[in-house]
């Protein structure tokens, strides 16, 4: 397996919306939370971040954000610097953060009005209304927050990232503790802001969630970018599984008329793994169980693994 | 300048206000009839008036000072305490604000507040004793300065603070000795001599003879020293500030 880092070796893409160049961080404790991260995120896509906890996933948008001081490098908004020119790059940026931090006295109205004029817009009730229509918070609006369910908490924090209409939107872990309501709502509402030409970029650690939702993925790990591909060609990298058979009888060889499938044979000849690719049109796994049939091969259990993000991660450091 | 986010920040703030609206503006209501009952009338039966001010109108300007002072530092502290302590600051730290903007919305709602707990200070005043303001523009103006001057000194107290103690600790410890020491209840003259150059080290004297000379014509110290000091104090805070956000201290890892 190749694993280019591609955003280094691609052609730049045609118009970029942030462009981070040599980014890293070293906290105040001394820890390095990234190493220098080259990334580009093109208009209109929604990226995943995808990397385990304690990754640098949240320093990096924070990084963005202007929440976070920068260590060495580069970042670009719309082809503004976000440190000299971060009035222009903040008004164009949405963040809902990780932690479900709100205003507990305020009504969900009012919050939402102070993160409009915050980002320095003159009131638009139409706006805000729609906003909270979107979200299931109509009812709501003239609720204090602190009466509000933790999932609507997250709404209110979407909405707070929404009333300035930015033009990216930054997902931090954004289904963490989520009911599933409010995923699919979350989903819908992504959907329909990238027709709406906002770009997102979220993080998380389910695997799944990035598959479904991203165009692109970048995989970080220990503050390293290890990679950026398409959501699609990544998956056909990572999708792998494993089918394991524990024989009746062990085996001495693998028999020669099993030699067409991707077989492995334990050290003491009891267990049977075959590896298999998820996202391919055919397993395999019919042919193999005739084959096993045919070849007189008996097993007593049979079982399936796919690979963990984790093991996915020290294949993916271990191959650089 | 992004005038809609300090007016966010300022109504923000001031909605909070409104909300401990008790707590706000009736106990230090409350606490200056206090000290008039205790003061004006128990002290003031034995000093019946001090260089030809009668004492209940002579502590006025002390009692104002007073609460200025710890309102305007409780205020602003606390004001941008809360949202490092709640976390809701990351919203202000990813706004399209410069310190300006976030030191105007807060500072100016903390210093608005203490202004109107002066001014109804005053009023309640009026139901104790007689008094006159000699120079009523200076006195606004004294009022004005040392509530914007102190709020900012609060607000960074309030980013230096990483806990509640500590947040409680300055005003405890520092301002309100400062300001009992601080001839808010006498006049110098009534020191033995070498107290009255000690007294002078003490900031808080400047602010109170010069906002007691705006009331009667009457100053420990000379009315330009007293905005000297509150001036300088103001351009220290202010250069503190502007430190602060540009290194990040404390603010920002
Ligand atoms: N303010 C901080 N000071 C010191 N270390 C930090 C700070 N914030 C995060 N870290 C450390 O940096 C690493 C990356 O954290 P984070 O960016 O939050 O990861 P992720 O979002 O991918 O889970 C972690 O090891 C974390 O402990
Ligand atoms: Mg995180």
């Known amino acids: ?320 | 300048m992004n005038w809609y986010a300090i007016r966010a920040i300022y109504n923000f703030e001031m909605a909070r206000t409104r909300r401990t609206l008790m707590q706000s503006i009736a106990s230090p209501v409350l606490s200056t009839s206090l000290y008039f009952v205790v003061f004006g009338s128990a002290i003031g039966s034995r000093i019946t008036s001090v260089e030809g001010v009668s004492y209940g109108a002579f502590i006025i300007p002390g009692l104002i000072m007073l609460s200025l002072l710890m309102q305007s530092v409780s205020n602003a502290s606390f004001g941008i305490y809360f949202p490092k302590f709640t976390g809701t600051i990351y919203e202000i730290h990813s706004a399209p604000v410069s310190f300006v903007e976030i030191i105007a919305g807060y500072v100016g709602a903390a210093a608005t507040k203490s202004v109107i707990v002066g001014v109804i200070i005053l009023a309640t005043a009026r139901l104790f004793v007689d008094y006159h303001i000699a120079h009523p523009l200076l006195m606004a103006a004294f009022l004005l300065l040392t509530a914007i001057t102190f709020s900012l000194f609060g607000f960074i107290i309030g980013i230096w603070a990483d806990n509640f103690e500590k947040l409680q600790v300055i005003p405890m410890l520092v301002i309100t000795p400062l300001t009992f020491l601080g001839v808010s209840f006498y006049s110098i003259h009534m020191l033995p001599p070498l107290w009255q150059k000690i007294t002078l080290l003490n900031p808080v004297v400047y602010l109170v003879s010069g906002f007691r000379w705006s009331f009667y014509d009457l100053a420990d110290v000379g009315v330009g020293a007293s905005l000297a000091a509150i001036t300088g104090f103001l351009v220290a805070c202010l250069v503190t500030i502007g430190w602060i956000f540009r290194t990040g201290y404390k603010l920002k890892s």
């Open chain 1, 1 to 320: 397996m190749t694993l280019l880092h591609t955003e280094a070796s691609a052609p730049v893409t045609a118009d970029p919306i942030i462009v981070v160049k040599g980014v890293d961080k070293t906290y105040g404790s001394g820890f390095q939370a990234l190493k220098p991260i080259d990334l580009s995120i093109r208009r209109g896509e929604i990226f995943a971040l995808l990397g385990p906890n304690g990754a640098g996933k949240t320093t990096l948008i924070s990084i963005i954000c202007g929440i976070v001081n920068p260590g060495n490098g580069s970042i670009t908004v719309d082809g503004h610097d976000v440190v000299r020119d971060f009035r222009a790059t903040r008004s164009r940026i949405g963040l809902v953060p990780q932690e479900l931090t709100t205003d507990a006295f305020e009504t969900v109205w009012n919050t939402a009005s102070f993160s409009r004029g915050l980002f320095g817009l003159p009131p638009k009730p139409a706006h805000i209304e729609q906003v909270l229509r979107d979200l299931s918070l109509w009812d709501k609006r003239d609720n204090k927050i602190l009466t509000l369910s933790g999932g609507m908490k997250r709404r209110v924090m979407i909405a707070k990232a929404l009333a300035h209409e930015p033009n990216v939107l930054f997902l931090d872990e954004p289904t963490a503790g989520v009911d599933v309501a409010l995923r699919r709502d979350m989903w819908n509402l992504v959907r329909r802001l990238r027709d709406s030409g906002v770009t997102i970029i979220l993080t998380t650690h389910y695997i799944e969630e990035a598959e479904d939702m991203a165009d692109r993925v970048g995989v970080i790990n220990k503050g390293e970018l290890i990679l950026v591909e398409q959501t699609a060609t990544l998956m056909h990298k990572l999708g792998k599984k494993e089918l394991t058979l524990q024989l009746h009888d062990p085996l001495a060889a693998i028999p020669p008329s099993l030699s067409a499938h991707a077989l492995a044979l334990s050290a003491d000849g009891s267990e049977l793994t075959y590896t298999y690719d998820t996202q391919a049109e055919h397993t395999g796994i019919t042919a193999l169980l005739g084959d096993l049939a045919a070849a007189g091969i008996r097993f007593r259990d049979i079982s399936t693994r796919q690979n963990t993000l984790e093991e996915i991660f020290v294949d993916l450091v271990r191959s650089r």
